[in-house]
């Protein structure tokens, strides 16, 4: 940073450069997996990162600056190098196997390029860049041992369980009353602000059992982030540039969590998996004080992309029921193997019966296996791509431009198997979206243009990868088959708010009741896109924007499926010069 009250000067009058970077990699793991072959067996894996970072540079005092440029910028490069994992296993257990693994990463960073509120500094006609650049990768990891399993316990545990708490901030702005007028600033050529960010984060729990009585595998991943990237112009006192002034910020913001839980083998067995993400990206240039650009236009950017996927799978199997007496197979003979060994160890070959077991042979009432799985995904993603003006602006001409992209999907699969008795399959999908993409003189903004570059108000749809299509959606798939009873049932619930008439959320391209333009008798253009459509999914998952499938198959006896699937979507896209606003003096409108 500088803070100083002399003079600056470039020897050549070239350019000075204030700038400040910071590269990271932070891991953690732990491992918790137990090599034994005991009677019981546990295995736990905490692993935790806690990182805060941040990385300024800024410019105060009252110098005196000799260049033709002057360069503010902080880079914060951290692509791929924020990973915490957990990994747990039991061993080979003899009755009791449990294994947990949990991960937890806390994530702040703040990446700035600022001019200090009260700074009163003459540039001497140079021009000032402030340049805020962040670039993040999290990934939070909780999962089991994939080197070996048990498979003979009889009572079998894995859960995991991932949790992210991200919040990333981007600034290139000018504090309060930097560089006004009144204090004593003077001679600024161009003004540009640029904050660019590109933030991803998985996070993922896997949580797996396998043995062969009661097996229950859990998983749990959540995500809640907060992504905001600003440029902002001040908020008190006059800002007098004379040349151009430019605020351009670019955000992208991608978000997968996913949870898998699964059991396998035993008299019951059950898997559940738990999704949920709250993931908010946000982008804003704004202009909340006096602006005038003497000689130059005045342009305010926001480029917002934002996507986040909630996956929640869960599957159960049952072991085998016993179509063979004499067999060594089928949960009936594993019980039956249990019992022997318990009778031999206490000398009593009448101590323990097999008629007592809950699985009874083909006289009784039941066998087999029992197994339920439960999936649940909420996905709960809001955007704002913001430009608005709500102050005086003179200039050359005016340009205000919000573009959006906005993807959000929550998937659910719960999916049970259980030869020879009960089979239940759950799956709850949900998303709720809320996206705001407005350009606008807000009420209370006038504007004034002096030149013939006219006034440029437009809310669309932002390119990314060849891609420009909002897209919305939540699907639940259960399945139960082969027992006698098979039930399954899907719920999903697609919520989306991008259109309301209060204007909080939708697409906005306007001059607000209470704003004044007048465009210098130049042209005025206003636009608003926006466009959605269903999410693009893996191969065997539902095509359609909101899906419950729900299957019971295979069948003996009873089979029940029940599914539910409801979308609910608001989209309002709208260029207008409100009842109330003012656009005088203008061209062409289009």
Do not use: C
Not at 11 to 25: C, I, Q, R
């Amino acid at each position: 940073f500088i803070d100083s009250d002399g003079t600056i000067a470039s020897s050549t009058a070239g350019t000075v450069d204030v700038s400040a970077m910071a590269t990271e990699t932070v891991t953690a793991s732990a491992s918790g997996i137990n090599t034994g072959d005991g009677a019981t067996g546990v295995g736990v894996a905490v692993a935790t990162g806690i990182i805060d970072t941040t990385v300024s540079a800024w410019l105060g005092g009252s110098a005196t600056y000799t260049a033709n440029t002057i360069n503010v910028s902080s880079t914060l490069a951290a692509g791929d190098t924020y990973t915490v994992t957990a990994i747990s296993g039991t061993g080979d257990s003899a009755d009791t196997g449990v294994a947990g693994s949990f991960a937890l990463t806390f994530l702040t960073t703040t990446v700035e390029a600022y001019v200090e509120a009260g700074a009163s500094l003459d540039l001497v006609g140079a021009n000032l860049i402030l340049t805020a650049n962040s670039t993040t990768s999290a990934t939070t990891s909780a999962t089991p041992d994939t080197d070996g399993t048990n498979s003979g316990a009889e009572f079998g545990l894995g859960a995991s369980f991932a949790l992210l708490i991200a919040d990333n901030t981007t600034k290139a702005d000018l504090r309060g009353d930097a560089l006004s007028s009144e204090n004593g600033s003077s001679n600024i050529g161009d003004l540009t602000l640029m904050a660019t960010a590109d933030h991803t984060d998985l996070t993922t729990a896997q949580g797996g059992a396998e043995g062969d009585g009661t097996v229950l595998g859990g998983a749990f991943a959540i995500a809640v982030v907060d992504n905001v990237t600003d440029t902002d112009l001040g908020d008190s006192e006059t800002l007098v540039v004379g040349g151009d002034i430019a605020a351009t910020t670019t955000h992208d913001g991608s978000s997968s969590i996913m949870a898998n839980g699964e059991a396998l083998g035993g008299s019951t067995a059950i898997g559940a998996a738990l999704a949920m993400g709250f993931v908010d990206n946000r982008g804003n240039a704004t202009a909340r004080r006096n602006v005038t650009a003497a000689t130059g236009t005045v342009s305010l950017t926001a480029a917002v992309a934002g996507a986040s996927v909630a996956t929640a799978k869960a599957s159960a199997e049952g072991a085998e029921e016993d179509s063979d007496p004499g067999g060594a197979g089928g949960a009936d003979n594993q019980r039956d193997s249990k019992i022997g060994l318990a009778n031999n160890k206490s000398g009593d070959g009448d101590a323990a019966s097999s008629e007592s077991s809950a699985n009874k042979d083909g006289s009784g009432s039941s066998s087999g296996s029992v197994s339920a799985a439960a999936a649940a995904a909420f996905n709960f993603s809001s955007l704002d791509a913001i430009a608005t003006v709500s102050s005086t602006i003179n200039g050359q001409g005016l340009t205000l431009a919000s573009s959006a992209n906005m993807d959000v999907d929550a998937i659910a699969d719960g999916s049970a198997t259980a030869p020879g008795e009960t089979a239940v399959g759950i799956a709850v999908a949900v998303s709720s979206s809320t996206l705001t993409n407005k350009a606008a003189i807000l009420s209370g903004g006038d504007v004034n243009i002096t030149g013939n570059g006219g006034i440029s108000i437009s809310a669309t749809m932002r390119t990314v990868d060849a891609n420009d299509t909002h897209s919305f959606g939540a699907a639940a798939i259960s399945g139960a088959s082969e027992g006698d009873t098979g039930v399954s049932g899907a719920f999903a619930l697609a919520l989306v708010n991008a259109g309301d008439t209060a204007q909080d959320e939708g697409t906005f391209a306007l001059i607000e009741a209470g704003a004044d333009a007048n465009a210098g008798g130049g042209d005025v253009t206003m636009t608003a896109t926006s466009k959605s459509e269903a999410p693009e999914r893996e191969m065997d998952q539902p095509e359609q924007a909101v899906a419950a499938i729900a299957k019971s198959t295979d069948v003996q006896t009873t089979g029940v499926g029940l599914s539910i699937a409801i979308g609910v979507s608001k989209h309002l896209a709208a260029a207008e010069v409100e009842n109330g606003g003012i656009l005088t003096n203008a061209d062409d409108v289009a």
